[in-house]
């Protein structure tokens, strides 16, 4: 039997960049506990759109926790409350019934809203242009023991690897910086021989960007690790300060 | 200048000074317990920096360092404040994991500054300041540190005000110690637990110092 609830959507919308928002709220009835976050939003777009009304505005595209492309602060939270779940892993049994469930976009200078609760994350894009490559073409993956790599280092590269780039870390951080995604995607090229030769012109070129986009000084809260979908540690953060200032002392 | 222009260089020169800072309380708190064992031993030091050439440079370095702290931490927390952007969530929670303290270092720093304004008052402008120039600004003898000490805590008041004050700044270095060594890159998985360790015990340690002396005062 399927098990159905009943809540309260409080939902930001906004007409586009510049329109004033405001929070409209729906009211979902039987909605299966079984559905997921989105695929209830997917049944809320398809009320509005019999109603000839706009439907809500929302970033997703893989759906399986693996893309980045899907957002939301829900109730207090990027990508919801549970730990270590994109919004798109995010299911409504998870939810009370009779609950009211508050959905706004990230909240970000440097992320500015284009529609409803969709917003522009090409600044991190933007940071990746600056350094986040390696620069030439290393070929195929090598052999295994071809270039040996600790076990250790290999981990923590896959660690800093898994970020998705959803932006969760700047939408949760009260200073709205970016350090956990720069500091994850210097610190999955920085341990590897491959990525090592460029570490130092990579740091300080990605820092930069990071700056010049407008994103805040990281004061080591550590939200953005608590509601980072994968995990990702704020110890990269330590490793990129390192690199960073490793280079611009040897300038 | 990328210790200005760059977020990672500003970052730099704030746990650089908070650092510093931090090495000034621990001497200052060992400097300040010898009022309980010895007042006579107290007198001794106040005589000997009082207004001595290296007394007074240290203060000059101490008062550069306080200065870049609080200027860098107002263009810092200006700049957050800025990236955080115009619209605030309508409903926010806090994560579990992170320190309440971590999120008000501004706060907390405002409160210790405040305080900080009043311990001035009520020693350096009597002591140094007297010494300088000549003037006589308080009761005592401008190296009676013993006597001045004891006058402002035989006021529970004042006790009370002290205590507060360095409750305050407990908060601004549980976070600040591990975050400054966090900030030089000194921290990986293994270690972030024992860098929160060592700033948990450098902080209690200097502010129990600290406290024991009105508390001393308080209860003798
Ligand atoms: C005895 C006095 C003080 C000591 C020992 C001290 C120490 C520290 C330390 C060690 C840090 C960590 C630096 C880092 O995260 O890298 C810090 C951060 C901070 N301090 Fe202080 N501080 C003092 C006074 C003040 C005052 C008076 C203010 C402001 C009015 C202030 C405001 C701040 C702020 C806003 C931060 C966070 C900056 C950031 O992480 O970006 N502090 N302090
Ligand atoms: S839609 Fe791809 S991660 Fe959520």
């Given at each position: 039997?399927?098990?159905?609830?009943?809540?309260?959507?409080?939902?930001?919308?906004?007409?586009?960049?510049?329109?004033?928002?405001?929070?409209?709220?729906?009211?979902?009835?039987?909605?299966?506990t079984?559905?997921?976050?989105?695929?209830?939003?997917?049944?809320?777009?398809?009320?509005?759109?019999?109603?000839?009304?706009?439907?809500?505005?929302?970033?997703?595209?893989?759906?399986?926790g693996?893309?980045?492309?899907?957002?939301?602060?829900?109730?207090?939270?990027?990508?919801?409350?549970?730990?270590?779940?994109?919004?798109?892993?995010?299911?409504?049994?998870?939810?009370?019934?009779?609950?009211?469930?508050?959905?706004?976009?990230?909240?970000?200078?440097?992320?500015?809203?284009?529609?409803?609760?969709?917003?522009?994350?090409?600044?991190?894009?933007?940071?990746i242009?600056?350094g986040?490559?390696?620069?030439?073409?290393?070929?195929?993956?090598?052999?295994?023991?071809?270039?040996?790599?600790?076990?250790?280092?290999?981990?923590?590269?896959?660690?800093?690897?898994?970020?998705?780039?959803?932006?969760?870390?700047?939408?949760?951080?009260?200073?709205?910086?970016?350090?956990?995604?720069?500091?994850?995607?210097?610190?999955?090229?920085?341990?590897?021989?491959?990525?090592?030769?460029?570490?130092?012109?990579?740091?300080?070129?990605?820092?930069?960007?990071?700056?010049?986009l407008?994103?805040?000084?990281?004061?080591?809260?550590?939200?953005?690790?608590?509601?980072?979908?994968?995990?990702?540690?704020?110890?990269?953060?330590?490793?990129?300060?390192?690199?960073?200032?490793k280079?611009?002392?040897?300038? | 200048?990328?210790?200005?222009?760059?977020?990672?260089?500003?970052?730099?020169?704030?746990?650089?000074?908070?650092?510093?800072?931090?090495?000034?309380?621990?001497?200052?708190?060992?400097?300040?317990i010898v009022?309980?064992?010895?007042?006579?031993?107290?007198?001794?030091?106040?005589?000997?920096?009082?207004?001595?050439?290296?007394?007074?440079?240290?203060?000059?370095?101490?008062?550069?360092?306080?200065?870049?702290?609080?200027?860098?931490?107002?263009?810092?927390?200006?700049?957050?404040?800025?990236?955080?952007?115009?619209?605030?969530?309508?409903?926010?929670?806090?994560?579990?994991?992170?320190?309440?303290?971590?999120?008000?270092?501004?706060?907390?720093?405002?409160?210790?500054?405040?305080?900080?304004?009043?311990?001035?008052?009520?020693?350096?402008?009597?002591?140094?300041?007297?010494?300088?120039?000549?003037?006589?600004?308080?009761?005592?003898?401008?190296?009676?540190?013993?006597?001045?000490?004891?006058?402002?805590?035989?006021?529970?008041?004042?006790?009370?005000?002290?205590?507060?004050?360095?409750?305050?700044?407990?908060?601004?270095?549980?976070?600040?110690?591990?975050?400054?060594?966090h900030?030089?890159?000194?921290?990986?998985?293994?270690?972030?637990?024992?860098?929160?360790?060592?700033?948990?015990?450098?902080?209690?340690?200097?502010?129990?110092?600290?406290?024991?002396?009105?508390?001393?005062?308080?209860?003798?």
């Amino acid at each position: 039997m399927d098990k159905t609830i009943n809540v309260t959507l409080k939902i930001w919308r906004q007409a586009g960049p510049k329109a004033k928002g405001e929070f409209i709220t729906y009211k979902m009835d039987n909605v299966s506990t079984d559905s997921s976050f989105l695929e209830m939003l997917d049944v809320l777009n398809e009320k509005l759109v019999k109603e000839h009304k706009e439907p809500v505005a929302f970033d997703h595209d893989c759906r399986e926790g693996i893309c980045g492309m899907c957002s939301l602060y829900i109730n207090g939270h990027p990508h919801g409350k549970d730990s270590e779940t994109t919004t798109c892993q995010l299911h409504m049994r998870r939810f009370k019934d009779g609950e009211t469930i508050t959905v706004e976009p990230w909240r970000s200078a440097a992320f500015p809203v284009i529609k409803d609760l969709m917003v522009d994350r090409g600044a991190y894009d933007k940071i990746i242009q600056a350094g986040g490559y390696v620069s030439i073409s290393t070929g195929g993956v090598p052999d295994a023991n071809a270039i040996p790599i600790s076990k250790d280092i290999a981990d923590e590269a896959m660690d800093a690897a898994t970020c998705i780039g959803c932006g969760a870390c700047a939408a949760a951080c009260k200073n709205g910086s970016a350090m956990l995604f720069v500091a994850a995607k210097v610190s999955q090229l920085a341990l590897l021989p491959q990525g090592k030769v460029e570490a130092a012109r990579r740091a300080k070129a990605m820092v930069a960007k990071m700056d010049e986009l407008g994103f805040g000084n990281c004061t080591n809260t550590g939200a953005c690790e608590a509601e980072c979908p994968k995990a990702v540690s704020i110890t990269h953060i330590a490793r990129l300060n390192r690199e960073f200032l490793k280079a611009k002392f040897k300038d | 200048m990328w210790l200005i222009d760059s977020s990672i260089g500003r970052k730099f020169i704030m746990s650089i000074t908070g650092a510093f800072l931090v090495l000034f309380l621990i001497f200052h708190s060992l400097m300040n317990i010898v009022v309980i064992i010895s007042p006579e031993g107290y007198n001794a030091i106040c005589e000997f920096l009082g207004a001595n050439w290296y007394a007074v440079v240290g203060t000059i370095v101490l008062a550069a360092g306080f200065v870049i702290h609080i200027v860098y931490a107002l263009y810092l927390t200006l700049q957050n404040m800025r990236a955080r952007g115009k619209q605030r969530y309508d409903v926010s929670e806090n994560q579990k994991s992170v320190e309440w303290s971590s999120q008000n270092m501004f706060v907390l720093g405002v409160i210790v500054l405040g305080f900080l304004v009043l311990h001035f008052y009520n020693f350096w402008y009597k002591m140094q300041f007297a010494e300088l120039t000549g003037i006589q600004t308080g009761l005592f003898d401008p190296a009676n540190g013993a006597a001045y000490v004891s006058d402002l805590f035989s006021s529970w008041i004042y006790c009370v005000v002290y205590i507060v004050w360095l409750v305050a700044l407990w908060f601004h270095l549980t976070h600040g110690v591990w975050s400054a060594l966090h900030t030089l890159g000194w921290n990986n998985k293994t270690w972030m637990p024992r860098v929160k360790m060592i700033s948990n015990i450098v902080s209690t340690i200097v502010i129990l110092m600290f406290m024991s002396i009105p508390v001393y005062y308080l209860f003798s």
